[in-house]
Every structure is written in C-alpha cells, then in structure tokens.
C-alpha cells in the first residue's frame, strides 16, 4: 500500500489544510506533516508577515544605525573631521564619505596602481572637505574619480567657516 500523498493537517493556529505531499519521498511525508502541524496555516503566516512591515522599517533603521557606528568608527580612526551641516545632513554625509572613500581606497589602491604614499596625500585632500552636501552630491561618484573630485572641491568648494581647521 503507497503512502498517502495528501495529508490532512490541524495547524497550530486551529485551521486545516490539505498539504500535497506528493514532491517528498514517502518516508519523509510523515515527518513532514508533523512539523506542519505544529505550525500555523498559510493564511495565518502570510497574515502575521503582512503586520511584519513595522519590523522591516526597524529593520532598516537598525541597518543605517550600524552603518553611521561604522562610518563614525572610521572616520575617528582615519582622523576624519566631522562634516558640518543640518543634523540630518552630517549623519546622512558620514556615510555617504566613508562609503565613497572606503570604495576608492579599494578601486585606486587595493585593486589599481596607487601607492598608500599617494593615498595619503589623497586623504590629506578629503580631510579639509567638510561640507555634507559635498559628500551627499557625490554619493553615486564613481570611487575612481575621487581625487578629481577632490580637487575640484579644493578649488570651488573651498571651506570658508570651518571651526575644525
Ligand atoms: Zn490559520
């Protein structure tokens, strides 16, 4: 006599349902329906996932909160200056210059053909770009074009009222 491929199931949440069991080999359909047993009915967790969008937006929150301890935490070890503007605009800036400059560092060093003693003039060049706006306009720059864009801020961009220098 075959295993029976359809399974009746008295999920968790009280619903029924009949579970085709036919795509699993039979010696596993039992243990199979068990462990749907012991959990709720399609609707029941498509219906819970739906009321899960609050998570997903803590979620994302909790995933820029790590970004900004990331930036913060390398902009303190690589003697970042804090960049000024609004509130939203630093925070929102940090990232976008340890993002961009990070990438650089791997596209120009790591992967191309400059030296760290030219990086550090590189870096020596981010360090007086202190405006957030800078940062946030240059957020889908092509890490490669960093030191152009450097030396254009140097020239256009030039900070006027930065209490940090
Ligand atoms: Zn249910």
Redesign the pocket.
């Known amino acids: 006599m075959a295993v029976k491929k359809s399974w009746t199931i008295n999920?968790?949440?009280?619903?029924t349902?009949q579970a085709d069991l036919s795509d699993r080999p039979a010696d596993r359909r039992a243990g199979y329906a068990r462990w749907l047993t012991e959990r709720?009915?399609?609707?029941?967790?498509r219906?819970a996932r739906g009321e899960d969008t609050g998570s997903k937006a803590e979620w994302l929150a909790k995933k820029r909160a790590d970004e900004q301890t990331e930036a913060e935490e390398w902009s303190a070890r690589y003697r970042m200056p804090p960049l000024d503007g609004t509130d939203r605009a630093v925070a929102w800036g940090t990232r976008c210059r340890y993002q961009l400059v990070s990438a650089a560092y791997a596209a120009l060093v790591l992967e191309g053909t400059t030296s760290e003693a030219a990086w550090e003039d590189i870096e020596e060049a981010i360090r007086p770009v202190t405006r957030a706006g800078w940062w946030l306009d240059q957020r889908d720059a092509d890490p490669a074009d960093l030191p152009e864009l450097l030396e254009a801020a140097a020239t256009s961009d030039r900070p006027t009222e930065n209490p940090h220098f």
Do not use: K, Q, V
């Not at 999920?11 to 619903?15: D, L, N, Q, R």
């Not at 709720?40 to 967790?45: G, L, P, Y």
């Open positions: 999920h968790a949440c009280g619903h349902s709720e009915c399609a609707d029941c967790w219906a």
